[in-house]
């Protein structure tokens, strides 16, 4: 079984920058594509980053392009999510999660919290 968990969030200013680590456990990150997904409260989980398993193509939502970047490391079993410019807007718990090629993500992590202050 693949577990994956997440690390690197805290609480940063404003413009400030974060890097967030998945990181599995379990089995190979190889033949699994990663995305990123963050909520905050009142507000309805969102995919912010997606990186698929083979070419590692990328993909981002609007709210954070240009600004965020993931990535990953296959011999390090871990995708990390780059964040820059961070914004209040941006506070949320971020989580990553894993599919197996299709749509559906079948493994989650626990989540770490991003906090922005003003």
């Known amino acids: 079984q693949v577990q994956l968990i997440e690390s690197g969030g805290g609480l940063v200013q404003a413009g400030g920058s974060l890097r967030l680590s998945c990181a599995a456990s379990g089995g190979s990150m190889i033949g699994l594509g990663i995305a990123w997904f963050r909520q905050a409260p009142g507000k309805e989980r969102e995919r912010v980053a997606t990186?698929?398993?083979?070419?590692?193509?990328?993909s981002y939502a609007d709210s954070v392009k240009g600004r965020f970047i993931i990535s990953r490391d296959n011999a390090k079993n871990t995708v990390y999510l780059q964040m820059n410019a961070l914004s209040p807007a941006d506070t949320a718990v971020y989580s990553c999660?894993?599919?197996?090629?299709?749509?559906?993500?079948?493994?989650w992590g626990q989540g770490t919290q991003v906090t922005i202050s003003s």
């Open positions: 990186i698929t398993r083979w070419l590692g193509r990328t």
């Open positions: 999660a894993a599919n197996q090629g299709g749509e559906d993500y079948l493994y």
